[in-house]
């Protein structure tokens, strides 16, 4: 179960937006046009892709940031006093970790965005729905859903491809805006599931869906997955 003191932020940095903006722009042609849960448009899709990509690098920024953290010592031994064997073992020990973004732009990608060990990791994000605090709670900013009660969803197409593997893992974020509710500030990373949640035919689109509060804390998945 998730409660506010275990959401994991992520600070955009400017380098990360530019880089999600400009794959975005890059994958647009190639991705299938999506209507979702709205009316289909060319700047909407975009700004899916742009904040699919930067909830990406933000994971792939919190799982490298744990990562050096790992192996801090050997890191800093290495740049003190460089020799080949501190540097073929803490990159044995790194590689061993078997971390991997799967970037995909062109052909249609595995349905997943990350591997770590034998766990395959997809990032879900509310698209253009950003989130706002409030009194030390989060909330859409359109719909003023408090997130916690939002679900996370794998829609139904998708989800058949892994309704036989216990090791994919779906991760629930969020695009949390500044006080001013103008500039995009935090990925937040609100738990994760393993496996597919209950699947659920009452939405306008069917999907195997949970809330946000049932799903395991990101603590758990750093413990899962060693990092």
Avoid at 16 to 31: G, N
Avoid at 89 to 110: C, R, T, W
Avoid at 161 to 173: A, P, V
Avoid at 190 to 213: E, I, S
Wanted: aromatic fraction near 12%; hydrophobic fraction near 35%; charged fraction near 30%.
């Amino acid at each position: 179960m998730v409660d506010y003191s275990d959401l994991v932020k992520v600070s955009i940095m400017p380098k990360m937006e530019q880089t999600a903006s400009f794959l975005a722009e890059i994958r647009l042609l190639y991705e299938y046009p999506r209507k979702g849960y709205g009316k289909y448009q060319i700047e909407s899709h975009l700004k899916n892709l742009e904040n699919g990509y930067l909830a990406e690098l933000a994971f792939l920024k919190l799982i490298t940031d744990r990562i050096k953290g790992k192996y801090r010592q050997q890191i800093i031994e290495l740049n003190q006093e460089y020799s080949e064997d501190k540097a073929k073992v803490l990159f044995d020990s790194i590689n061993n970790e078997k971390f991997a973004y799967m970037l995909v732009i062109g052909q249609p990608d595995e349905g997943y965005d990350f591997k770590i060990k034998q766990f395959l990791i997809d990032i879900k994000t509310y698209g253009t729905d950003y989130i706002i605090s409030k009194e030390n709670r989060y909330f859409t900013q359109n719909k003023k859903n408090e997130i916690l009660e939002l679900n996370l969803l794998i829609d139904a197409r998708q989800g058949k491809k892994w309704e036989n593997n216990s090791e994919i893992i779906f991760i629930q974020s969020f695009i949390e805006l500044d006080s001013q509710n103008k500039k995009k500030e935090n990925v937040i990373f609100a738990g994760y599931h393993k496996g597919l949640p209950k699947y659920n035919d009452k939405f306008p689109n069917p999907a195997y869906a949970c809330k946000v509060r049932e799903l395991n804390t990101m603590n758990d998945l750093f413990n899962l997955i060693g990092v």
